[in-house]
């Protein structure tokens, strides 16, 4: 028993549950921000996308090339709108949420990265997600080949090799690995990485009951993985759900690598003195 949430309201979240291929990215990143915010509405995110294709509708209609469509797009969101990136935003979770982005103009490469391809996309743009390591991009798969765009920084538009080496300069990684990580990223992937950037961000800042929402999508979306439920697990002790944290702590402990009982059992402990406080 490590999740009873029912995620049938979320209805393209649900779907990646079922490992379905047609899932809406933008929906989900929504789906993902109402847990800050019970009462958002998706209708004012989603008619700002929508009026941002209709007015880059006649640049890409004009456009002499893709290249030239693509950087429409980026000089609009970028440039006219001023939607980037700064490091202000990776320490804030609410640049990982569609409808802050939009209100404050800043945002982490990932969700700046969504709100460009739901842009592109109703603007007859296929921009397709990329998880690098360290920094999350976009890519148009052209006539001429991939081009890749990096949302975080204005919309920056750089070739297969400019793309490489923007990449070894802030990993330090070799060229050979970096390449395999150059291709499309399908939704779920890009979800789990969106809620993993969250949960780091909740954590650092103590926010254990928005790091529990978040949590459950994960645990939901990798019912396999011990890692995700021991974290479950933690989270559910930092939350002071102390009976919870316990069942989950010894359900971990029926599968957890041997050098990990040790832990789990101090925290139960830790968990058994939490509810004796309570009782």
Same mark, same amino acid.
């Given at each position: ?11 393209? =979240? /649900? ?19 109402? +847990? ?45 709108? *001023?939607?980037? *990136?700064?490091? @202000?935003?990776?320490?804030? !979770?609410? /640049? ?16 700046? /990265? ?7 996309? #109703? ?17 148009? +798969? *052209? ?30 990684? &070799? ?11 399908? &939704? ?17 800042? +103590?926010?254990?009951?928005? #790091?529990? =929402? ?13 890692? $995700?439920? %021991?974290?479950?697990? =933690? ?5 002071? %759900? ?11 402990? @029926?599968?957890? !690598? ?10 139960? $402990?830790?968990?058994? %003195? ?6």
């Amino acid at each position: 028993m490590f999740s009873e949430r029912d995620f049938a309201h979320d209805t393209e =979240f /649900s779907k990646l549950l079922v490992r379905d291929s047609d899932v809406d990215l933008t929906i989900v990143s929504l789906e993902i921000a109402r +847990d800050a915010n019970a009462d958002l509405q998706f209708e004012a995110t989603l008619e700002w996308i929508a009026n941002r294709a209709n007015d880059l509708a006649s640049d890409v209609a004009g456009a002499w090339s893709e290249l030239d469509a693509l950087r429409a797009l980026c000089t609009m969101l970028g440039e006219t709108h *001023g939607i980037r *990136g700064d490091a @202000g935003a990776m320490l804030q !979770p609410e /640049s990982s949420y569609l409808p802050e982005v939009i209100a404050r103009k800043r945002g982490i490469p990932i969700s700046l /990265s969504i709100l460009y391809m739901a842009v592109a996309q #109703a603007a007859g743009i296929e921009l397709k997600g990329v998880a690098a390591p360290q920094h999350f991009l976009t890519r148009f +798969d *052209g006539l001429e080949g991939p081009v890749f765009i990096d949302a975080f920084g204005g919309g920056r538009i750089m070739d297969g090799n400019e793309c490489l080496a923007f990449l070894r300069d802030i990993t330090n990684m &070799p060229e050979s690995e970096l390449k395999p990580c150059l291709k499309p990223a399908d &939704p779920r992937a890009i979800t789990i990485r969106m809620l993993n950037n969250l949960k780091v961000l909740h954590a650092k800042q +103590d926010n254990w009951s928005a #790091a529990w =929402f978040v949590q459950e999508r994960l645990v939901a979306l990798k019912p396999n993985s011990y890692e $995700e439920r %021991r974290d479950m697990a =933690f989270i559910a002790l930092k939350c002071e %759900r102390s009976q919870l944290a316990i069942e989950l702590l010894n359900e971990c402990l @029926g599968d957890c !690598p041997e050098d990990q009982s040790g832990l789990l059992t101090q925290h139960i $402990e830790e968990a058994k %003195r939490q509810l004796a406080r309570w009782n």
